[in-house]
């Protein structure tokens, strides 16, 4: 089956848009794909961590993939940090990465302007996010927008190193799911709903209680007038709840239109918000039965004693390449 590799930062709590654009994905992909799935704690901490709080987010975000679907029988979960060879690998990048490559990429660029000081690893993230993926050879990886530069370093690096030490890496593609959906800040739909975003009634957090969500939604920003019409570019606010009322209730935009046709807003927020709590109820009832079993831990050995012997291997394999004198 294609290998397919994935990761999310246990920074800030996942919400919303990170279930509907990710980690519904990632439940179907587990049936027709060998799927390795991490938490990047490594790549966290290129800005200040408090360690509680890393631990903390580190066992969240496993126990949320779990809870959302993804089964540790069919998909390997686990944290970046479990697996030595993901920063070994990831040094080996960096010597093959050019100071420009780096400079060039928007997201480092984003994150340090206007600090006064920046860590070096911001800088080198990129090669270690591509030793990532290449330290397993994955066939595809899922990125959103803000990613596909860093994929494209990543197939660069792995060009280089074919083309310097023989071919060895599989060039990843992209994976870009037929059905899925970008959903948008309740503030302000023209940026994607972020865990990052300082507003906290910015996004849906997967764990915020009912009341929390009905306060949310009731309070998202709507367009002018009173209709509810998927049009992005009219209408780009209501067509962002519209997105996330259509995943959450399983039913089209027509219907939706259909339902509300001169009711205005009031109702249209009333009936989403309860789809959005009925949509997570589960996924909470298995996050909090995970959290409390303390099962968690297992899963992270079990995962990382899963993709170790890979990524082991790969990591011999390519300092043997590279002219290293290996252990016996």
Known sequence: MPR?????????????????????????LQQTHECFFMVVDLHAITVPQEPAALRE??????????????DPSKASVFAQSHVPAHAEL?????????IGELERMTQFKDKSTGKESVGAGLFVYPALMAADILVYNADLVPVGDDQKQHL????????RFNARFGEYFTI????????????????DASKKMSKSNPNPASF????????????????ATTDSGREVLFNPAEKPEVSNLMTIYTHCADISLSEIEARYEGQGYGA?????????????????????EIR??????????????????IANQTVRDVKERMGFILPR
Do not use: C
């Open 204 to 219: 849906i957090a997967l764990l915020d209680p009912p009341d929390v969500i009905r306060k949310k939604i009731s309070r």
């Open 152 to 159: 494209e370093l990543t197939r660069d690096l792995a060009q």
């Open 268 to 288: 249209f927020k009333k009936d989403l918000a309860e789809h959005v709590v009925a949509k997570l109820e589960p996924l909470q009832t298995r996050y909090a």
């Open 292 to 309: 409390s079993s303390g099962a968690i831990h297992d899963i992270l050995k079990q995962g990382a004693d899963q993709v170790s012997s």
């Open 4 to 28: 397919v590799l994935s990761g999310i930062q246990p920074s800030g709590q996942l919400t919303l848009g990170n279930y509907i654009g990710a980690l519904q994905n990632f439940v179907k």
């Open 57 to 70: 987010q580190t066992e969240s975000v496993a126990a949320l993939f779990v809870a959302a679907g993804i």
């Open 90 to 98: 990831g040094w080996l990048m960096t010597t093959l990465s050019s």
């Open 172 to 187: 990843p593609e992209p994976y870009i799911p037929k059905v899925g959906a970008r959903i948008m800040s309740l503030d």
